[in-house]
């Protein structure tokens, strides 16, 4: 294997020495230069032709969207955010996601040096697969989104709505990399769903999720909430599963609700498409469609397996043609659970003409 040659960005002389020491920890990977800022990485650019990047947003001179941007200009080398766990950082990784960003690792807060190699492998791992996806636009390892919580006993706290609504159609809808700015893009193109209910499980930690309901809710025209424990399943409305909880469809005699379940990471993921998709085998009344868009890895295929064997269930996966990482969309198709296989920008077509027949 060809060693991976990254140049590493931050304003902190420190956070630039510990995350190379954990980057060149692999014998796979080179850390060939470092930035204090902005403006530096670019002066260095075109000089060190690094194969991935790993970029701090917040810096002086030039901070890490702008520089994000100028990259994306120039050069197709993918960008990987390294984001403080809190809503703010949260906010601006997800507008990096939408500028072209490959992926982001959520960096601890201090200098705790056990917390930092807590994120040793996922760091490793995201940057050798969007160094794989740079030079082949391929790849299928494992996704390394894991959250390590408690597991905790299930617990559905249920109001009952004043006027049952239960949708025609539910679109459930699971993405990891590249999937925020997918989702955006998809959202966009969607007519209004006057009948129709939408479930997303994206890969992520929680403060992260709630950035991207909050800006799918103000980015596209559809009313887009991050999911809460025992609320009901409307139609025209977008519900986004919290980090740290698998998101399940439950039903009693008022209509479909929404369950927020803290159980064990299903593969290593929380929420997980796996769990989502195998809930949605006990509802009934409505039609069922199933959207599995760019990430690594294979979740939501065992569960769409599970659910097509129970339910009739109509499935689409994302074209490896526009696809950030064709791994989650790849397992559907080489499992023959896909009945529709369509280019992002193609599968509103899809939808629209599903939920209007």
């Known amino acids: 294997m060809t060693t991976i040659k990254v140049m590493v960005v931050d304003d902190s002389a420190f956070m630039r020495k510990l995350i190379s020491d954990l980057l060149n920890s692999d014998p796979d990977i080179e850390v060939v230069t470092t930035s204090r800022n902005g403006e530096d990485c670019l002066d260095k650019f075109q000089a060190y032709q690094p194969d991935v990047i790993t970029l701090d947003i917040v810096m002086p001179v030039l901070d890490g969207l702008e520089t994000l941007s100028k990259i994306k200009q120039i050069s197709k080398v993918p960008v990987i955010m390294l984001s403080k766990l809190t809503q703010v950082g949260a906010?601006?990784?997800?507008?990096?996601?939408?500028?072209?960003?490959?992926?982001?690792?959520?960096?601890?807060?201090g200098i705790n040096f056990s917390l930092f190699d807590a994120i040793r492998d996922e760091l490793i791992?995201?940057?050798k697969t969007a160094a794989q996806a740079y030079h082949t636009g391929d790849s299928t390892v494992a996704d390394v989104n894991k959250y390590d919580h408690t597991e905790s006993k299930k617990r559905v706290r249920r109001t009952a709505p004043a006027v049952k609504k239960v949708p025609k159609e539910v679109i459930l809808m699971g993405s990891s990399t590249g999937g925020p700015k997918a989702l955006n893009q998809l959202l966009l193109r969607l007519p209004q769903l006057e009948?129709?209910?939408?479930c997303i499980v994206q890969h992520m930690p929680p403060a992260f999720t709630l950035s991207l309901a909050n800006r799918l809710n103000t980015?596209?025209?559809?009313?887009?909430?991050?999911?809460?424990?025992g609320q009901s399943l409307e139609p025209g409305h977008v519900y986004v599963a919290p980090g740290g909880y698998h998101l399940e469809l439950c039903q009693?005699?008022?209509?479909?609700?929404?369950?927020?379940?803290?159980?064990?990471?299903?593969?290593?993921?929380?929420?997980?498409?796996?769990?989502?998709?195998?809930?949605?085998?006990n509802v009934e009344g409505c039609d069922l469609i199933a959207v599995v868009l760019t990430g690594m890895g294979k979740d939501g295929t065992e569960g769409?397996?599970?659910?097509?064997?129970?339910?009739?269930?109509?499935?689409?996966?994302?074209?490896?043609?526009?696809?950030?990482?064709?791994?989650?969309p790849r397992a559907v198709v080489e499992a023959d659970l896909a009945d529709e296989v369509r280019p992002l920008q193609e599968i509103h077509d899809a939808l629209n003409r599903l939920i209007n027949s």
Do not use: W
Not at 195 to 198: K, L, R
Not at 219 to 229: F, L, M, N, R
Not at 263 to 275: E, I, T
């Open 125 to 127: 791992d995201k940057v």
């Open 304 to 328: 769409l397996r599970k659910l097509k064997a129970e339910k009739k269930a109509y499935a689409i996966a994302e074209h490896e043609s526009s696809c950030v990482v064709y791994g989650m």
């Open 91 to 109: 906010d601006n990784t997800i507008i990096a996601l939408e500028k072209g960003a490959f992926d982001f690792v959520a960096k601890p807060d």
């Open 195 to 198: 009948h129709t209910a939408v």
């Open 219 to 229: 980015q596209t025209d559809h009313i887009v909430s991050h999911a809460k424990e």
């Open 252 to 281: 009693d005699q008022y209509g479909i609700f929404l369950h927020l379940e803290e159980g064990a990471p299903r593969g290593g993921h929380r929420p997980s498409v796996d769990v989502m998709f195998e809930s949605a085998m």
